[in-house]
C-alpha cells in the first residue's frame, strides 16, 4: 500500500548533513518502523539555558509519539513550554573493519524536532497513558487497574508531531579501503538483538497468579526470534 501521509519535513534541523546515503528512501515508514521497535527515547530540551537529555518512555500512534512523567519533572516543564528533539537509536551490529578508521555500528536512528502540545482532555490523557503502557507492554493495559484521578492529576502527558524527522541507519559490512582488503585481519559484523528473559513474578504476589498470557506470548515470541 502507497504511504500518502506528509513526506517528513526536511527543515534545516531534519537535514542530514553527512553520508546522507544513509537516510532511508521511505522515511516516514522507517521512522514508524524504528519507533515501534524500541523502548526508549531520549528528550533533549533547555533547562536554565542549558541543554538536558534524559531517557523517556514514549509510545506511537499514527503520526503522533506520547510522551509522560511527573508533573513536578523539570524537563517535562521545559518541554510543555518550548522547542524539543528526541532521539531514538536502536544497535543492530558491531561492525569489525581492517582498518581501525573502518570500525563502525550497524544502526537506525531518528531525531524528532517540535514543540509538544499538553494534554488536558481527560479523555486524551487517558488514550495517550494507554498507547505509551501498550508500547511497552503490550496487552497490559486492559488486564491492570485504570489511573485514579490523583494519579492523572500528578501526570504530565504530552503529544509530539513526527513530521520535522529524520530517519538515518547503516546496515551491511565494512567499508574498507582496497589496498586493506588483502590483510589476513578479520572482518565482518557482530549482530546485536534485545531478547527478552523468562518472566518472573513478584516476590509479593499472591500464591496462584500465574504469569498472564500477554507476558507469556511476549517471551515465547523472543525465543523463538532468537
Known amino acids: 500500500m502507497t504511504d500518502t501521509r506528509t513526506p517528513l519535513s526536511p527543515t534545516p534541523?531534519?537535514?542530514?548533513?553527512?553520508?546522507?546515503?544513509r537516510r532511508d528512501a521511505t522515511d516516514r515508514a522507517a521512522l514508524d518502523e524504528l519507533l515501534d521497535a524500541a523502548m526508549i527515547c531520549?528528550?533533549?530540551v533547555l533547562m536554565h539555558g542549558a541543554p538536558v537529555v534524559l531517557p523517556t518512555i514514549y509510545g506511537r500512534d499514527g503520526d503522533t509519539l506520547y510522551l509522560h512523567g511527573s508533573t513536578g519533572a523539570g524537563n517535562l516543564r521545559a518541554a510543555?513550554?518550548?522547542?524539543v528533539s528526541v532521539t531514538v537509536t536502536l544497535v543492530d551490529g558491531i561492525v569489525y573493519a581492517r582498518a581501525a578508521m573502518h570500525f563502525s555500528m550497524n544502526f537506525r536512528s531518528a531525531v524528532i524536532h517540535g514543540r509538544p502540545v499538553e494534554l488536558a482532555d481527560p479523555d486524551a490523557r487517558l488514550h495517550a497513558l494507554r498507547v505509551i503502557v501498550e508500547h511497552a507492554a503490550p496487552g497490559a493495559w486492559d488486564n491492570v487497574r485504570p489511573p485514579t484521578a490523583k494519579e492523572l492529576a500528578a501526570t504530565t502527558v504530552l503529544a509530539l508531531d513526527l513530521t520535522e524527522a529524520s530517519v538515518k541507519t547503516r546496515a551491511g559490512d565494512p567499508s574498507d579501503d582496497a589496498p586493506d582488503l588483502a590483510s589476513d585481519t578479520w572482518a565482518g559484523v557482530l549482530p546485536v538483538r534485545q531478547i527478552f528473559g523468562e518472566p518472573y513474578s513478584s516476590a509479593d504476589l499472591t500464591t496462584g497468579i500465574a504469569v498472564p498470557e500477554h507476558v507469556r506470548a511476549r517471551f515465547d515470541s523472543s525465543v523463538a526470534s532468537g
Request: aromatic fraction near 6%.
Open 42 to 44: 531520549h528528550l533533549g
Open 13 to 21: 534541523r531534519s537535514t542530514l548533513t553527512r553520508y546522507r546515503g
Open 80 to 83: 510543555a513550554t518550548g522547542d
